[in-house]
């Protein structure tokens, strides 16, 4: 079993930045990658970014590519979202999220098998 629990959420204006961190703790694997979710009222859970376990692969969805930053820490088993230039669209709970296999180009929600509780995260206009 994998605890995850996520911190850094919080309300931040537009063009602000927060620091998202994820802190896994339990089994450890051999092979594994993190993945950030997030859930807008309303609309579907959507991948954010995701990055392995040795930072190989790399995932950025392209609408905030530029702004978010995912980066990990194998050693501690944690990850990192720095999320910059923010925009009252980025609003939303986001969830931290550790899977086995990258067995797609974009990893799919399906191949995480761990989730967080979920931060929330607002951008006020």
């Known amino acids: 079993q994998v605890h995850l629990v996520e911190s850094g959420g919080g309300l931040v204006q537009t063009g602000g930045s927060l620091r998202l961190s994820c802190s896994a703790s339990g089994r450890t694997f051999s092979s594994y990658f993190m993945g950030w979710f997030r859930q807008a009222p309303g609309k579907e859970r959507e991948l954010v970014a995701a990055i392995s376990r040795t930072s190989d692969k790399i995932y950025v969805k392209d609408s905030v590519k530029g702004r978010f930053t995912i980066s990990s820490d194998d050693a501690k088993f944690t990850a990192h979202l720095q999320m910059n230039s923010l925009k009252p669209e980025d609003t939303a709970v986001y969830y931290c999220?550790?899977?086995?296999?990258?067995?797609?180009?974009?990893?799919?929600?399906?191949?995480?098998?761990?989730w967080g509780q979920g931060t929330q995260v607002t951008v006020s206009s």
């Open positions: 999220a550790v899977g086995m296999i990258w067995s797609t180009l974009t990893p799919l929600e399906g191949d995480f098998g761990y």
